[in-house]
């Protein structure tokens, strides 16, 4: 059979949401989660309100909404501190001696911290940062390993209200320093190194070449691998010296409901990443929110979400959303198949994890790996399983479900983006029947259509932009330092809505099928990348003229990178001057922006005005493959008519 056929097939099963589970859920029905919609649906402002009341604060806002758009505000007038949400809350509570984190090293060291004792870190942390000068409104760099220390940094930075802008450790020295640059932050916290299958990443190396004409002061340095570092005494502090030695209690201010608290840098359209903007209590409210009703989460839960803090996953599921639900949370550092493929059942295994959250380019290497490895151990311990980062596919939803939620346990296939700041369209589990390769529907409180370019709805099963109705309450503020592009980015394409650049459909029963970007925008493996900006990197390189960058549909990663260069007159386009070109976008950007495949031109396809015809660029790069089993064969067609249709296309 056919790989579009078995999809077909598969798609149409259904799977209703575990009776056991739907009796213990929070929302356990059916008609519970309708009732919950119809409540949000009637009076959003008053929904809000209920969610945001179940968190701390400080004084209370006076008004829920002031909406001019593209302009939000929420819970304006109150004030409150997402550290103190996290983590005092709970610290002065039951929970003080239940884990919050309980983490473990690639090499297989491990540690636990209870909510008593994270409590105790984040009132250094904050201590140490005013030390080195840190105020409210500085942006902070964070440039860390996944390690107890970086949820401990993004905590304490939440604490004092300065707000944080945490760079993957996977990116290089050179797109460091841009962040660094456009968030003119004045202190980096980063290690030594960190553990990426048994090799060193050698953070505080690339922090050093980073800083480089920025304004950072003081750079604070985790000891991780031992590495030998570069040391400059005047600038450069040890975190078990600076934070160790700082004073265990700090009094947190309440910070203005719309104070900002972080800005991740992410991919757009165009060559230069965009620092998205979140605030304090309508990012936490969403982030509580989901986590909560998605999840499921109860106290005696271990939640992993495997996703590194340099996303915005790691952000809002890793950090906030099950912190502030006062859940234990476990956090890994190392690569999936380090020692073994079953690095990561092994991980269940042990810490008897019961909710667990990966990406389904993860899901697919697994496949590929084998039973085998899975089938090594016992995964009884887990309830619910999650799916985040690009569309899945139906055969790798059944797999999951299968090999590793043993067919019990309901999949929560989780659309949202970094602007979103938390999950918008999901099942939950104890309510909603899943369909393998959709997202279902929208959670109660968010108003969300499948529309044409004028803004009406598609019918059902029409093809078309993903578009938010109203505003909410995690939705990005601001691209940090430019507002207008915030303004024709996400408010400029359709009228009066909020674009996502995704094109979706909905079926007959109102379930979103998401197909993927329609802009320059393409998803290597769960990481957001634009096209652009590869060629950038591409053209920055002295022997080539002109760069043109594509996705081609991928088995494992959903989609890979293909570049076609014209080099320079005079220089040979050979295998030599691909792999140099390779090595260049990995330093311009990181390994993740690396091509898959580099093809030379002597010139590429044009249209009258100059502007490169990708379109046929990604048929080119397609023609020589199949198709990836990512999509059906039809939601390929639908995607590309989307994507011409789209201003900035050619
Ligand atoms: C894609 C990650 C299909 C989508 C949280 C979106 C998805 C982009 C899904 C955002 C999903 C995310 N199904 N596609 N469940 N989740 N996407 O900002 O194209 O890194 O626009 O946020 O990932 O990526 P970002």
């Not at 939640?303 to 959303?321: L, M, N, P």
């Not at 059942?345 to 697919?364: E, G, K, L």
């Not at 279902?440 to 968010?446: D, F, I």
Request: with cysteine.
């Amino acid at each position: 059979m056919s790989n579009a056929i078995e999809s077909v097939l598969t798609e149409r099963r259904r799977f209703p949401p575990p009776a056991e589970f739907a009796a213990a859920a929070h929302l356990g029905t059916w008609e519970g989660l309708l009732e919950l919609e119809e409540e949000a649906r009637k009076n959003p402002e008053a929904f809000w309100a209920a969610r945001a009341s179940e968190l701390w604060w400080d004084h209370r806002w006076h008004t829920v909404l002031q909406w001019q758009a593209p302009d939000a505000r929420w819970f304006v007038g109150g004030t409150t501190n997402v550290c103190v949400n996290c983590v005092d809350r709970h610290a002065a509570s039951w929970r003080r001696n239940k884990a919050a984190l309980l983490w473990e090293g690639e090499p297989g060291d491990t540690r636990v911290l209870t909510y008593g004792q994270l409590h105790r870190e984040v009132q250094k942390t904050a201590n140490a940062l005013l030390a080195l000068g840190v105020s409210s409104g500085d942006f902070v760099a964070i440039y860390l390993p996944m390690v107890p220390e970086a949820a401990i940094a993004m905590l304490a930075c939440a604490r004092i209200g300065a707000p944080h802008t945490v760079v993957f450790g996977g990116f290089s020295a050179e797109a460091l320093a841009d962040r660094l640059r456009d968030s003119r932050a004045k202190l980096v916290i980063t290690a030594d190194g960190g553990w990426r299958r048994g090799a060193v990443v050698p953070l505080k190396d690339n922090v050093d070449k980073a800083i480089v004409d920025t304004e950072v002061r003081n750079v604070l340095v985790v000891r991780r691998t031992n590495s030998a570092v570069v040391w400059d005494p005047k600038r450069d502090h040890w975190w078990h010296e600076t934070v160790d030695r700082a004073a265990p209690i700090h009094r947190a201010h309440a910070h203005d409901s719309e104070h900002p608290l972080f800005s991740l840098y992410t991919s757009g359209t165009t060559g230069k990443p965009k620092g998205i903007l979140h605030t304090t209590g309508g990012y936490l409210t969403g982030a509580a929110y989901s986590s909560r009703l998605v999840f499921d989460l109860r106290d005696e839960d271990v939640f992993w979400c495997t996703a590194d803090i340099g996303w915005v996953t790691g952000h809002s599921y890793v950090v906030y959303g099950p912190l502030a639900n006062g859940a234990t949370v476990l956090m890994y550092e190392g690569a999936p198949n380090q020692p073994g493929p079953d690095r990561f059942w092994d991980i269940i295994d042990r810490w008897r994890v019961s909710v667990f959250y990966t990406a389904p380019t993860a899901i697919r290497a697994f496949m590929r790996w084998g039973d085998e490895w899975p089938a090594r151990h016992d995964l009884s311990s887990l309830r619910l399983l999650g799916s985040v980062g690009e569309p899945i596919n139906p055969e790798a939803w059944m797999w999951y479900r299968s090999r590793i939620g043993g067919d019990r346990c309901p999949i929560v296939d989780t659309w949202w983006q970094t602007e979103t700041g938390s999950i918008m369209i999901s099942p939950l589990p104890g309510a909603t029947p899943t369909k393998p390769g959709s997202a279902t529907r929208a959670l109660p409180g968010y108003d969300i259509d499948v529309v044409r370019k004028d803004g009406t709805s598609c019918a059902p099963n029409e093809g078309g932009f993903l578009a938010i109705r109203r505003p909410w309450p995690s939705m990005l503020r601001t691209i940090y330092g430019d507002h207008e592009r915030f303004t024709k980015t996400y408010f400029g394409e359709i009228a009066g809505m909020y674009f996502a650049g995704d094109g979706a459909r909905r079926d007959e029963d109102g379930y979103f099928w998401i197909m993927g970007r329609v802009d320059d925008v393409i998803n290597v493996a769960g990481h957001r990348l634009s096209t652009m900006e590869i060629e950038s990197a591409l053209v920055s390189h002295p022997k080539v003229a002109e760069a043109a960058v594509v996705g081609r549909p991928d088995d494992l990663k959903g989609q890979a990178i293909v570049a076609f260069v014209t080099p320079r007159s005079g220089v040979s386009a050979d295998e030599a001057l691909a792999t140099e070109l390779r090595a260049h976008v990995a330093t311009q950007i990181g390994a993740l922006a690396r091509p898959e495949e580099i093809r030379f031109a002597d010139a590429l396809p044009k249209t009258r005005s100059g502007k490169i015809m990708r379109r046929l660029l990604r048929e080119v790069a397609s023609g020589s493959t199949t198709r990836g089993d990512t999509t059906t064969l039809e939601d390929q067609g639908v995607l590309e008519r989307l994507a011409q249709s789209f201003a900035h296309e050619d």
